[in-house]
């Protein structure tokens, strides 16, 4: 098995826990720092861009291929996590399914006016402390809330530091 396929960990009611892969995508600011953020599909709450493991990419391709696709963000990725969060991925009315989310850093270079899901999206910019709070997933909010951009010319910390 391939390291983006499905991995076997077990969730509640023994359901199968399903790998994404999210960008969350962010700017400096003159207060700090930026994250951009965007509406579901189907309800509208506020989301980061994430999907499924896609063949032949790396995860951090595939998180910044989400951003493009859902966001229009064109930028650079970090290939280290920023993190991970959990959440219940609806199927269906009656289905749902566990799913663990790494997260990459993507520093947006440019918002594309045009890119796949322009039509059923919005994207608006927040400041990490705003965009934390709301997003509906309490780890994803963490997540967003320390979020602290590596140095330029770095792609993450050194052990130690």
Not at 83 to 90: A, W
Not at 96 to 118: I, M, N, T, W
Not at 126 to 134: C, H, K, R
């Amino acid at each position: 098995m391939g390291s983006q396929e499905n991995f076997k960990a077990r969730g509640p009611e023994s359901a199968q826990v399903r790998i994404q892969y999210a960008a969350l995508c962010w700017r400096p600011a003159a207060t700090g720092v930026e994250v951009l953020l965007i509406t579901s599909r189907d309800t509208g709450r506020w989301v980061i861009p994430k999907g499924w493991p896609m063949p032949g990419l790396s995860p951090e391709s595939a998180a910044a291929q989400e951003a493009w696709e859902e966001a229009g963000v064109e930028g650079i990725v970090c290939p280290v996590t920023v993190g991970r969060y959990g959440y219940q991925k609806c199927l269906s009315v009656r289905d749902s399914v566990p799913c663990a989310v790494a997260v990459y850093g993507l520093r947006v270079k440019h918002l594309a006016d045009q890119f796949p899901e322009a039509k059923e999206r919005q994207r608006q910019w927040f400041p990490t402390d705003q965009a934390a709070s709301l997003v509906n997933e309490p780890d994803l909010g963490r997540l967003i809330a320390g979020f602290v951009p590596p140095a330029e010319g770095r792609a993450a910390p050194i052990i130690g530091e």
